[in-house]
């Protein structure tokens, strides 16, 4: 496998509203390599609005992306894709909390009409089955993209489940989910680049260990408020990058535009 540029995909973990996209760590993994970066993130998406991305926002120089690295940040799973009429375009509802399901004017969604296929998607356990099927259609823009190489792995997690409630077993009930995404296309002849194996198979979130230097201080933007983001800072992100690129250097080979590998 080799790559000469990278088109990132995934949710505010991977481009987020206040942290300027030169500092946003697939631009930190254009710069290691040496190659133009994509960066096609959009905050709240969904697995399923992380899919698509590279349809609906490929970039218009698609001329320097030959064989680009494409990488796929997932987030938690509990998040919907829904149609957004006003922006004619897939969207997401980033929580699937009732108290969140409100009718929201600048998409022209109106999240309650969603409450009862939520809680059914919550009793069949259909969140976790829709990213099989997601992760599926992910491996298979290497068809659609000629030259292409797939990189996934889980970034975004939360402690909080759908009904409100606090799961303390999270973290290892996001390692084993992983791991079982991992498995299963494995099991079904799919080549599975999985980046969270360079840390135990945990999200990427758990690397920033909840050191308060590694997320974002809100204290910096608005005076007097104390809120310590799960986003992570410029010295998070920096911890992010390093962990990609030991997996990309793992597995993955770089090579410049007269196919000299770097």
Avoid at 143 to 158: D, N
């Amino acid at each position: 496998m080799k790559f000469d540029s990278i088109i990132a995909c995934g949710d505010s973990f991977t481009k987020y509203h206040i942290t300027p996209i030169k500092h946003s760590w697939p631009y930190l993994l254009g710069q290691h390599y040496n190659v133009p970066v994509a960066n096609l993130g959009k905050g709240g998406a969904s697995n399923f609005e992380i899919a698509l991305q590279p349809l609906q926002y490929m970039p218009d120089n698609m001329e320097d992306f030959d064989n680009p690295l494409i990488i796929f940040g997932m987030t938690t799973p509990f998040r919907l894709p829904v149609y957004y009429p006003k922006e004619t375009r897939i969207g997401s509802l980033a929580s699937v909390l009732p108290e969140h399901l409100t009718y929201t004017e600048a998409t022209g969604v109106d999240g309650k009409v969603f409450e009862s296929t939520i809680k059914k998607m919550l009793v069949d356990d259909a969140f976790h089955q829709a990213d099989i099927q997601i992760l599926e259609m992910i491996l298979r823009w290497k068809e659609l993209i000629k030259g292409s190489t797939i990189v996934w792995g889980r970034i975004h997690f939360q402690h909080q489940e759908p009904d409100g409630v606090v799961n303390h077993n999270a973290l290892k009930d996001e390692q084993a989910r992983i791991i079982s995404l991992h498995n299963y296309l494995q099991d079904n002849n799919f080549e599975s680049n999985c980046f969270n194996e360079v840390c135990e198979w945990f999200p990427l979130q758990h690397v920033l260990r909840g050191e308060p230097n590694m997320h974002i201080d809100w204290a910096k933007f608005n005076t007097g408020i104390k809120i310590l983001d799960g986003h992570p800072s410029e010295a998070g992100i920096i911890r992010f990058a390093d962990n990609i690129i030991k997996y990309i250097d793992s597995n993955i080979r770089c090579v410049n535009s007269d196919n000299t590998e770097i």
